[in-house]
């Protein structure tokens, strides 16, 4: 079967939604505003098992801790004036 080249496009842009994926879709799940996005994780976290909130937490202090590592590292360094 061949691909046209609409479905290459998508296909393409599919996967290299998996190399650089984004939080949009997580939250767009949450619920379309802000306020339904926090009752939404709040209600999530209440009606969770202990070792379920403990894992969650684990997760995004692993994952906070990652982004700013490599935060740090792109961070351009500043030199030293030699005067």
Do not use: H, W
Not at 8 to 21: D, I, S, T, V
Not at 35 to 52: I, K
Request: with cysteine; glycine share 4%; net charge neutral.
């Amino acid at each position: 079967m061949a691909f046209s080249s609409f479905d290459k496009r998508l296909l393409e842009e599919g996967l290299a939604y998996f190399e650089k994926p984004r939080l949009t879709c997580l939250l767009e799940l949450l619920g379309t505003t802000r306020f339904d996005r926090v009752e939404t994780l709040a209600t999530m976290l209440r009606n969770g098992a202990p070792e379920e909130l403990e894992e969650a937490i684990a997760v995004f202090e692993r994952a906070l801790a990652r982004v700013e590592r490599e935060q740090e590292r792109d961070r351009p360094r500043r030199r030293r004036r030699s005067d």
